[in-house]
C-alpha cells in the first residue's frame, strides 16, 4: 500500500515526481523519498512523515532528468528515514522502490547476509536491492530478470543503476503499475492520478509485465524477456479531479461531488424508467443465479449491506453480504446457480480480490463493482460495473459510497425486472425516484452550516453511538465507521433493537447519540429505543426523514432529510453522517484526508 512514481525525461525530475506523489498520498503517508543523478552517481533522499517533509529536506532541486519516488504505508520496519524507500545495494549503485510484500525476504536476507552484503533497514524491499547487485553483470535489465526469479509475494518495483543513467527497470505482480506516456519523456506509476494533468496516454500493465522506461520509450515483455504488445488506454478524468478545487479538503469536496458522481453513474442506465444493462453485457451473468454472495471491505462492504436488503426486498433472490478478509477464510458452500459480486473503490484491495479468485477458482462467475478502470479487480472479473465517481483521493470513503449504493439499487431493479417480482409500472417508478436522486443529495448538503454547528457542540464527546433499523442500520454502521477513522472518536453502530441486549449499559449522561430515522415502516419502533436511551440520559440527533419529524419531535436534535422513498433513503441519509464526522474531525483538529494508521489502498492481507 505504497506509491510509486518514476519519470524519464527531459524536465527536471523531482519535481515531476514529487508532485506525482503528492495525488498518490493517499496510498500511504508515514515515510517518502527520490532517487536521483547527480554527477554521475544515485543521489537518495528520504524522511519519516510527509511527502512535505521529503520536499523541504530536498530543498532547491538538483538538476536531475530521471529519477524513481516513493510514498510509503510501513509494513514491515516502523516508518523512519532508514526504513524509507528508496532502498541501495551495498555500493549505492542501484536504488529501488517497491509497493506489496517479499513473502520469502526473511530466507533471502539471511543468505544474502552469509554472502557478505549489508543491510541497513527492516524492510522486506532491501532484500531485492541487494538481490540484483548479486545478479548484476551485464545489464541491469538482466539483474532484475534474475531477481525476480528469487521473490515470491506480491510488487510493483522500479529500479534504477548507476550504471545505466538513461532507464528505468519496472515490473509488476500483484500489486498495479501503470506506465505513463509523453512526448519524449514516460512516467511510472502506481495510479492514474500521479499523471494526470502529464498525459493521458498510459498502459495499465498486467502481472508477470516488465518494462524498460527511457525518455525515448517503453518496452515491455513478460518476466522472460517475450515482447508483449499492449492496448494505449485514455484516460478520460479531468486533471482538476484531483485537485482540491478550492475546498479545504479533499473529502469535503468529494461529499460535495456526490451529486454529479449519481448522476454520473446513472447515466444511460435507466430506459423508460427500467434498468437496461444491454451496454454492459449483463443478461446473461443473471440467467441462472439463486443466491448472490456479496463481499467487500469496510465501506464497501457497507455498500453491501445495503445491497442485501435492496436485492432481497425488490428481487426475492438470497443474498449474503460479507467481509471479504472473513469470507476468504471460511468454508462456503458453492452450489450451482450462486453469483459472487465483489465491492471495492480502488479494485486492488487484497482481500476482496482473494474472494474474487476463489469464486472463480470454484467455478462462480464474478461481477465487480468497482471505481478504477484498469484495476486489478476490474480486469479479473467477469463483468465489471463502473462507479462514475471520479478519483477518490481522501482516504475516507464517501462518493465512492453513494455510487456503490446507485449500482446496489440498479442491481435491485434490474433483478426485479428480470425475475418479474414487480409490475413495469411499479419498477419504472422506482426507477425515476432513483434519477431523482442527484437532486435529493443536493438538498441534504443544505444542511451543512447546521452539521457544523452541531459537530462544534458534541467536539469533545469520547464515545458516541449510531442506531438504526434495516437500512438505517446498515447506514449507521457507515456512520460510525467515518467518525471513528478520521476523527478518533470510539462510535458503536447498533442495530436499535439490539441494543438492549447488552450496549444499553455504555449510554450515560451526555452521550451522543444518532439515531436515523427514513424507514417510515420502523419508525416509531425505532423511536421506542431511542427514548430508552434518553432515560439514561443520551442526548440524540436524529437524522429523520421531513415527514418523520413528528414522530422524532421528542429528540434533541434533528437533521432533517428530503421525504424519499425508504428503500432509497440510504443516498440521502448517510450524507450529514459524513460531514458530522468531517467538522468533528476539524474541530479536533485532526488530518481529516490522511488519517493515522490507515491507507486508502489496501493491497495486503
Ligand atoms: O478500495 P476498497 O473499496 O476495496 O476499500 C475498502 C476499504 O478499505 C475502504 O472502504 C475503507 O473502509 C475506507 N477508508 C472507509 O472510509
Redesign the pocket.
Known amino acids: 500500500m505504497c506509491g510509486i512514481m518514476g519519470y524519464a525525461g527531459r524536465n527536471n525530475a523531482i519535481p515531476v515526481i514529487t508532485h506525482g506523489l503528492s495525488n498518490l498520498e493517499y496510498r500511504g503517508y508515514d515515510s517518502a523519498g527520490i532517487a536521483i543523478f547527480k554527477d554521475g552517481q544515485i543521489m537518495i533522499t528520504k524522511k519519516a512523515g510527509r511527502l512535505a517533509d521529503l520536499v523541504k529536506a530536498i530543498g532547491e532541486p538538483p538538476a536531475a532528468n530521471l529519477g524513481i519516488g516513493h510514498t510509503r504505508w510501513a509494513t514491515h520496519g516502523v516508518p523512519s528515514d532508514v526504513n524509507a524507500h528508496p532502498h541501495a545495494d551495498c555500493s549505492g549503485r542501484i536504488a529501488i522502490v517497491h509497493n506489496g510484500i517479499i513473502e520469502n525476504y526473511a530466507a533471502l536476507r539471511k543468505e544474502l547476509i552469509l554472502e557478505g552484503h549489508d543491510f541497513i533497514s527492516d524492510t522486506d524491499t532491501e532484500v531485492v536491492a541487494h538481490l540484483v547487485e548479486k545478479f548484476y553483470a551485464d545489464s541491469l535489465e538482466n539483474a532484475v530478470r534474475k531477481a525476480l526469479n528469487y521473490i515470491e509475494g506480491s510488487f510493483a518495483l522500479a529500479v534504477i543503476s548507476q550504471e545505466e543513467p538513461d532507464k528505468i527497470i519496472a515490473a509488476k505482480k500483484d500489486s498495479p503499475l501503470i506506465v505513463g506516456l509523453g512526448a519524449g519523456e514516460n512516467y511510472i506509476a502506481s495510479d492514474i492520478p500521479a499523471i494526470l494533468g502529464k498525459t493521458d496516454k498510459v498502459y495499465i500493465l498486467d502481472d508477470y509485465e516488465f518494462v524498460v522506461v527511457t525518455a525515448e520509450g517503453v518496452t515491455i515483455t513478460d518476466f522472460s524477456g517475450n515482447l508483449i504488445n499492449k492496448e494505449i488506454f485514455n484516460v478520460t478524468w479531468d486533471p482538476i479531479s484531483a485537485e482540491k478545487a478550492g475546498y479545504e479538503h479533499f473529502m469535503l469536496k468529494e461529499i460535495h461531488e456526490q451529486p454529479d458522481a449519481i448522476r454520473q453513474t446513472l447515466r444511460g442506465k435507466i430506459k423508460d424508467g427500467l434498468v437496461d444493462f444491454s451496454e454492459q453485457g449483463l443478461d446473461e451473468l443473471f440467467d441462472d443465479v439463486k443466491k448472490i454472495y456479496m463481499v467487500?471491505?469496510?465501506?464497501?462492504?457497507h455498500a453491501g449491506l445495503v445491497g442485501r436488503l435492496a436485492i432481497e426486498k425488490i428481487a426475492r433472490l438470497p443474498v449474503e453480504t460479507d467481509i471479504a478478509s472473513e469470507f476468504r477464510y471460511r468454508d462456503v458452500l458453492w452450489s450451482p446457480g450462486d453469483l459472487m459480486i465483489v465491492?471495492?473503490?480502488?479494485?486492488?484491495?487484497a482481500d476482496?480480490l482473494a474472494v474474487l479468485r476463489e469464486a472463480q477458482r470454484n467455478g462462480v462467475k464474478v461481477l465487480a463493482v468497482t471505481n478504477v478502470v484498469g484495476s486489478s479487480i476490474a480486469r479479473e472479473a467477469d463483468k465489471v460495473l463502473y462507479t462514475y465517481a471520479g478519483p477518490e483521493i481522501a482516504?475516507?470513503?464517501t462518493k465512492?459510497y453513494s455510487t456503490q449504493l446507485v449500482i446496489m439499487y440498479l442491481l435491485a431493479l434490474y433483478l426485479a425486472k428480470k425475475r418479474k417480482t414487480y409490475d413495469q409500472k411499479t419498477l419504472a417508478g422506482l426507477g425515476k425516484e432513483l434519477l431523482d436522486m442527484d437532486v435529493m443529495t443536493e438538498k441534504v448538503l443544505q444542511e451543512e452550516e447546521k452539521i457544523k454547528r452541531l459537530a462544534g457542540k458534541y467536539q469533545n464527546v469520547e464515545s458516541t453511538f449510531f442506531l438504526g433499523r434495516g437500512l438505517d442500520y446498515a447506514v449507521a454502521m457507515e456512520g460510525a465507521?467515518?467518525l471513528k477513522?478520521i476523527s478518533y472518536i470510539h462510535a458503536e453502530a447498533y442495530a436499535a433493537g439490539e441494543l438492549k441486549h447488552g450496549p444499553l449499559a455504555l449510554i450515560d449522561t451526555g452521550v451522543p447519540v444518532l439515531a436515523l430515522i427514513s424507514q417510515d415502516a420502523l419508525a416509531a419502533k425505532s423511536m421506542s429505543n431511542i427514548k430508552e436511551v434518553k432515560a439514561r440520559g443520551a442526548v440524540v440527533v436524529a437524522v429523520c426523514k421531513e415527514n418523520l419529524q413528528e414522530v422524532c419531535q421528542e429528540c434533541d436534535e434533528q437533521i432533517l432529510l428530503p421525504d424519499v422513498n425508504p428503500l432509497l433513503a440510504p443516498i440521502v441519509s448517510v450524507i450529514p453522517l459524513q460531514m458530522f464526522a468531517y467538522y468533528m474531525a476539524i474541530f479536533r483538529g485532526a488530518d481529516v484526508d490522511k488519517p493515522r494508521n490507515?491507507a486508502?489502498?489496501?493491497t495486503v492481507e
Open positions: 467487500a471491505c469496510g465501506t464497501a462492504y465491492i471495492s473503490q480502488s479494485g486492488e484491495t476482496t482516504v475516507a470513503s465512492a465507521l467515518k477513522e490507515l486508502k489502498s489496501v
